[in-house]
């Protein structure tokens, strides 16, 4: 049966590589699938939804906006998949027009499941008269001091529309006035800064609960805001403009003020997309179309605009536990869970680290602890995403007010959090850190720490090198590893990176380490061709790889020959993939399988079987051309014997994953794995690593 879905998967097949967009997609309608499949819990299925919404605005604001300006700049040169960037707008226009209407469809089929468990989503008039009485309270008291309505005429131009914010677009006729015709036109923004959706009170033995968005009530009450106008027609409307940042590192003489520079101008970026509500009035539609100059790519929604409010809103709902996954609790690793100091710990033998299954206040921990010892005199570390209520920076700069050697590469431009990183920069700099941010023209990805410690009379480093932010919040929703080590080869290594970043040090040879952009991908394609040399000796031959994308065109052609050689490669990749598996005489030694569940798949493991004695590496990095060649990434080895059987089980669960799991169609679609063996969620086996351990 497998065999056959992939022979109809091989038709029309006609380049050997798939469109990293097109691929994208196909990772978001993955994403939808969770919150359509019925097995999942509601209020979880109200969550995907918002995620979907959340990736789709940051695709258009970045991916299409650059096949856009590509298209406009007249460029018709076509990428190593076959796609220029006028053929490529057109199809991602059409896919993504698909992927909006499935997701409202599955919004209003949430929304009448939710109806049945009691939660109910109300218009205005919906309301009953004391509902309507209190809803008019709150509008008038909260809501209302805070609006700002702002007239479109000829003495007042369009204002500023911010990027992704929901608006009102209000048509409007004047009191008496004998001409039928004419027409006003007025927008409204929906306040960011007041709850999106208000609870909506009932009696006290009533078990429904009752919401309204708040731009019901504005709508309702739009009459307060126009005096002597009637409205014609009230409609909601969200722009999504160019996020992405053109920073010319070279000529800034202060990065930090040329990226702050370069976020205001965001705000002001050329728009992307145009969201309106179904049944805009079309005198409001065509002022829309006319300011933002989008004749295309205008999506119609029947819904709400912005789904990403889906989030809070399930959130807030206390009790109903029946309709969210089941609640776990981050276990403390058990072998870090001791009277002893973890210094002690880790000069007896390596840790790993599994998130969310094991608590990140283990790292944390280290953090905090290497801050309050008096025997540490430096702490060295990266920082790329971090969260807002982070212990790690208190504890740096305690460090640092404590007279240790405290050194913080911050990234200023992690897209995205580029005001929060700045923001922890200064932080950081006040408190007496020494913050560097990166080198020229590359971004620094590594997740890295390096702690020194003088203990009788030498100096001994310890390091944590992960696959994932240093961010507590994600830390709970990521799967990511984490390993802890005092091993002096690794922690040389460690110094040597943190020398090239902050200062002129020349690169020296790594003996433990690869870094990208220098020697990473050309140790990866050694450790392919090994495997290929022993597959064509006779000899085992196997590549594991579970990375977040794969896009570098090399590393696929690599891989495509590995599998030509005999190599058996099993690729986990979560989104992106643009490699054609299972084609015969290119890659029919290759299965990628992607998986989508209720944490974020973000871990980089590579396994290599190498005949029999296996090398295993942890990384930051994903195979895409931006990590290796246009950031500073790491790859690090796992030496110890029981972490490589440890990593090898997480990989083995993952590729046995029968219920989450999608297999990769050499057409670019996905089909779920099936079995008939004992079903195995990956995701909810792993919360038994303890026993692993």
């Known amino acids: 049966m497998l065999q056959e879905i992939i022979k109809q998967g091989e038709k029309g097949v006609s380049n050997r590589y798939l ?39 940051e695709f258009m604001a970045v991916r ?114 004998d001409l039928e015709d004419e027409r006003f036109f007025a927008i409204v923004q929906v306040p960011s800064n007041i709850p999106r959706v208000i609870p909506v009170p009932h009696r006290s033995n009533s078990k429904k609960r009752s919401f309204i968005l708040i731009e019901e009530l504005i709508k309702h009450h739009i009459q307060s805001l126009f005096g002597g106008y009637w409205p014609e027609a009230v409609h909601g409307f969200r722009l999504t403009r160019n996020a992405d940042l053109t920073i010319n590192e070279e000529e800034a003489e202060d990065l930090l003020e040329e990226i702050e520079k370069e976020l205001r101008r965001r705000r002001r970026g050329a728009p992307v997309r145009l969201e309106v ?36 809103f399930a959130d807030s709902i206390e009790g109903m536990s029946h309709l969210r996954y089941p609640s776990i609790k981050p276990v403390y ?28 206040d283990a790292v944390t921990d280290f953090i905090i602890e290497a801050a309050e010892d008096p025997q540490v005199m430096a702490i060295k570390m990266t920082l790329y995403r971090v969260n807002g209520d982070s212990r790690l920076i208190p504890a740096l700069a305690r460090a640092a007010e404590s007279g240790k050697q405290v050194t913080v590469v911050v990234e200023l431009k992690a897209r ?19 913050v560097v941010y990166g080198l020229v023209g590359l971004k620094t990805h590594a997740k890295i720490i390096l702690v020194v410690r003088r203990e009788n009379q030498v100096l001994n480093r310890y390091v944590h090198v992960g696959t994932g932010n240093y961010n507590e919040t994600t830390a709970r929703i990521y799967t990511d590893i984490g390993l802890l080590t005092s091993n002096p080869i690794i922690g040389e290594d460690a110094s040597a990176l943190f020398n090239e970043i902050t200062g002129y040090a020349a690169q020296r040879e790594l003996q433990a380490f690869s870094m990208a952009p220098t020697g990473m991908k050309d140790n990866l394609f050694s450790l392919i061709r090994r495997e290929a040399e022993h597959a ?97 990434e790491l790859m690090c080895p796992v030496f110890d014997p029981k972490l490589k059987d440890i990593i090898w089980s997480i990989l083995d669960l993952s590729l046995r994953d029968n219920v989450k799991a999608r297999m990769l169609l050499p057409n670019g679609s996905y089909t779920r794995v099936s079995s008939d063996s004992q079903l195995i969620r990956s995701q909810f086996e792993a919360m038994n690593i303890a026993s692993w351990k």
Not at 283 to 295: D, I, K, P, V
Not at 334 to 360: G, V
Not at 611 to 630: E, H, I
Request: with cysteine; proline share 4%.
């Open 277 to 312: 509500e179904k049944g805009i009035h079309p005198f409001a539609l065509e002022h829309l179309q006319e300011e933002f100059g989008l004749a295309d790519h205008v999506f119609e929604v029947d819904g709400p605009l912005d789904l990403s409010f889906l989030i809070s």
């Open 64 to 177: 299409v906006a650059e096949t856009k300006e590509k298209t406009k700049a007249g460029f018709t040169h076509k990428d190593f998949t076959g796609y220029s960037p006028a053929g490529l707008f057109r199809r991602l226009r059409k896919r993504t027009t698909a992927m909006v209407t499935e997701q409202y469809r599955a919004y209003r089929d949430l929304s009448r499941q939710l109806v049945k468990k009691g939660i109910v989503m109300l218009g205005y008039h919906d309301l009953n008269a004391t509902q309507q009485k209190a809803m008019d309270t709150y509008y008038h008291d909260i809501v209302f001091p805070v609006l700002t309505p702002m007239a479109v005429d000829q003495s007042r131009p369009f204002p500023l529309v911010h990027n992704k914010y929901v608006y009102l677009a209000v048509v409007l006729r004047q009191h008496h006035s």
């Open 536 to 632: 064509a000796a006779g000899r085992p031959a196997r590549i594991i790889a579970k990375i977040n994308s794969l896009s570098n065109q090399e590393m696929i052609d690599e891989l495509y020959a590995a599998s030509q050689a005999g190599v058996h490669i099993d690729l986990i990749v979560r989104g992106v993939c643009c490699l054609r598996p299972g084609i015969q005489g290119l890659s029919e030694n290759i299965r990628v399988l992607s998986i989508v569940d209720r944490f974020l798949e973000h871990s980089r493991i590579f396994y290599f079987q190498n005949a029999g004695t296996p090398d295993v590496f942890l990384s930051s990095a994903d195979w895409m051309t931006r990590n290796l060649t246009r950031r500073i």
């Open 19 to 57: 469109n990293r967009d097109l691929s994208w997609i196909e990772f978001n309608r993955r994403v939808l699938e969770e919150a359509q499949d019925a097995a999942t819990p509601l209020l979880e299925r109200a969550k995907f939804l918002a995620i979907v919404g959340s990736n789709l605005d």
């Open 416 to 434: 995205f959090d580029e005001e929060r990183n700045i923001a922890w920069a200064r932080t950081l700099e006040k408190a007496g850190c020494h």
């Open 333 to 360: 690793p058990q072998e870090l869970h001791t009277e002893q100091d973890m210094f002690s710990l880790l000069r007896a033998q390596d840790r790993l680290m599994y998130h969310p299954y094991e608590s990140f």
